[in-house]
């Protein structure tokens, strides 16, 4: 049984720092990608950075780009999200997804569309004070 579970979340300063962590447990096979979405009340959920099992590639939304860094750990059974300069826009319940449809048959893969993604984390709240 896939699970994911996320933690680190929780209440911070604008330009102050949080990790996330999605531990990912009970995946069949190799070839899948991680993603880290965020969704603020009243907002849809959005894509923030994804990085694939096989090679490590990642990407990240514009809104993120130069503040936030994904990564595996060591086991490559956990996803990290450093989360750095924090504002208050990054406020939401950020949730850690799984992408089944391999990385390797997708060439779009990394554009984080949530209909291919099959697994969910219950999620963990993110708040930035000004």
């Known amino acids: 049984e896939v699970q994911l579970v996320e933690s680190g979340g929780g209440l911070v300063q604008a330009g102050g720092s949080l990790r996330l962590s999605c531990a990912v447990s009970?995946?069949?096979?190799?070839?899948?990608?991680i993603a880290w979405f965020r969704q603020a009340p009243g907002k849809e959920r959005e894509g923030v950075s994804c990085?694939?099992?096989?090679?490590?590639?990642?990407f990240y939304a514009d809104s993120v780009k130069g503040r936030f860094t994904i990564s595996h750990g060591n086991a490559k059974n956990t996803v990290y999200l450093q989360m750095n300069s924090l504002k208050p826009e990054d406020t939401a319940t950020y949730f850690c997804?799984?992408?089944?449809?391999?990385?390797?048959?997708?060439?779009?893969?990394?554009?984080?569309?949530?209909?291919?993604?099959?697994?969910w984390g219950q999620g963990t709240q993110v708040t930035v004070s000004s």
């Open positions: 009970g995946f069949p096979f190799d070839d899948y990608a």
């Open positions: 990085i694939s099992n096989i090679d490590g590639r990642t």
């Open positions: 997804a799984a992408d089944s449809s391999g990385t390797q048959y997708d060439a779009r893969w990394y554009e984080m569309r949530l209909w291919n993604y099959d697994y």
